[in-house]
């Protein structure tokens, strides 16, 4: 073997192994979201309560009442022994002559007032009852009507007035005093729209009257 064939042998460079190519690990596969909880239900709406039927003798009693004066009454409450009527003040006369000579109240317990100056109105109530009927021994007919709330009274001289029931039920005619100087309401046709409990030189607005102040206080 020539020189030049042994150098070029030792000259030549070891080819590098050529390694196996490694395979990448496939891919985890994403994780599965969990399924979204449905909301939770509502529990069922609990029907409302039905309310009571009313006592069928008081019922009748608003019954006959608005039957007759239509537009110009509404039931405020049928209860056991007591029946409240709202009234047109033009119809309270009316009504009340109707509770006497057809439904047999024959008096009246007491009248009472409450002041409504929000509504610009005073509301006078009488409470009807009956000697002479047994079967409406402890019925109770409350009658409500308003009058106009003048903001700077002048009783008796303003549009605060109602009718009187005083030809109708005779046991009226102190509380309707009462009421016009408590409250400064005048009632047209009462024999005697005096004071009753106030001086008559009273100057001060009615001292029921909800912007009613004691002076000094």
Known sequence: MSSEETSEKKTEEPKAEEKPATEKPAAKPAAEKPAAKPPPKKPAAK?????????????????KITEKFGENTSVSFVKPDRVGIKVNRDSIHQVAEFARDVLNYDHVDSVAGVDYPADKEIEVVYHLGSYTDSSLDRQ???LATRAQREEEPLPGRDSTKLPSLRDIFYSVEFHEREVFEMLGVYFEGHPDNRRLLLPEDWADLPPLRKDFRNKGR
Do not use: R
């Open 47 to 63: 029907p409302a309560p039905k309310e009571p039927e009313p006592p069928a003798f008081e019922k009748s009693i608003a019954d």
């Open 140 to 142: 109770v007919l409350e």
